[in-house]
């Protein structure tokens, strides 16, 4: 079982920025692939962003691609989502989700493992 918990969610003027951070304590980390998902209310749960489990590799919505980033640290069991250039239509709750030693993927059905969430609200 793994579990995920994110950080770094809040209240943000359109144009700023946040830094969100997954975490997944345990042994199997550094074997994962973690992707970012959103959702805003009454709509489906949709792919922001992924990282292979190496850091080489990403992937991104065209609605965020020049705006966020992901990294990770496998030493310190970190995944972050940096968001630049914020906009009022990227409000949503962030999940991170991870799935095993394969590909990103773009379906949140795709995915075993998630977090609880975390808020982003961005004001106009």
């Known amino acids: 079982q793994v579990q995920l918990v994110e950080s770094g969610g809040g209240l943000v003027q359109a144009g700023g920025s946040l830094r969100l951070s997954c975490t997944a304590p345990g042994r199997t980390f550094s074997s994962l692939v973690i992707s970012w998902f959103r959702q805003a209310p009454g709509t489906e749960r949709d792919f922001v962003g992924g990282i292979s489990w190496s850091g080489s590799t990403t992937n991104f919505a065209d609605s965020v691609k020049g705006r966020f980033t992901i990294s990770r640290d496998n030493a310190k069991k970190l995944v972050y989502l940096q968001m630049n250039s914020l906009k009022p239509e990227d409000t949503a709750v962030y999940y991170c989700?991870?799935?095993?030693?394969?590909?990103?993927?773009?379906?949140?059905?795709?995915?075993?493992?998630w977090g609880q969430g975390t808020q982003v609200t961005v004001s106009s």
């Open positions: 989700a991870a799935r095993g030693l394969t590909s990103i993927r773009f379906r949140a059905d795709e995915y075993v493992y």
